[in-house]
């Protein structure tokens, strides 16, 4: 038995397999990028990446200080960066989980598409205002 691709948009995924996003640091560069590799669509979290990369980001305690370093755009652009050169480069597809409940959803939802990101998955509420911050996007 062969599994047909997976159309989404643009995009054609080679097997129809999505891997979920997993906050609590489990679906970052690696998971992500070598589900994408291996023709699965590989989706990074976007929450919580201040803690992915604690060297971009304002710390107290050890930890990143409210919703921009939490959620920090400068560690997402480097997870995804890294996520496709595992993937196989620029051209590589990925994903990114987006939890909707979370303060900055809006921005995060900015930074992914500036980022890069290909394709966006929303978790946690109902995505009403999405299209509200990406909507030249044809991503
Ligand atoms: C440990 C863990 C963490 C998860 N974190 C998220 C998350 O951050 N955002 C989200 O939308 N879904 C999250 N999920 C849900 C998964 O993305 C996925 O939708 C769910 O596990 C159903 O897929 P499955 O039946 O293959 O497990 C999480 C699931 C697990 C097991």
Redesign the pocket.
């Known amino acids: 038995m062969s599994l047909p691709p997976l159309k989404i948009g643009k995009y054609e995924i080679q097997y129809p397999i999505v891997?979920?996003?997993?906050?609590?640091g489990?679906?970052w560069e690696n998971l992500a990028g070598t589900v994408s590799k291996h023709g699965g669509l590989g989706?990074v979290?976007s929450?919580g990446t201040g803690y992915r990369h604690p060297n971009y980001v304002k710390l107290k305690d050890g930890r990143p200080i409210g919703s921009t370093y939490i959620h920090s755009r400068e560690a997402l652009q480097r997870i995804i960066r890294d996520a496709k050169e595992i993937a196989g480069g620029e051209k590589a597809v990925i994903g990114v989980?987006?939890?909707y409940a979370i303060t900055d959803f809006g921005r995060v939802v900015r930074d992914s598409v500036e980022a890069g990101a290909n394709i966006i998955?929303?978790?946690?509420g109902l995505p009403l205002t999405l299209p509200k911050y990406a909507p030249e996007e044809d991503v």
Not at 19 to 24: H, L, P
Not at 121 to 124: D, E, S
Request: net charge neutral; proline share 0%; charged share 0%.
């Open positions: 891997q979920g996003g997993m906050g609590v489990i679906s989706v979290s929450v989980n987006i939890l998955i929303v978790g946690a």
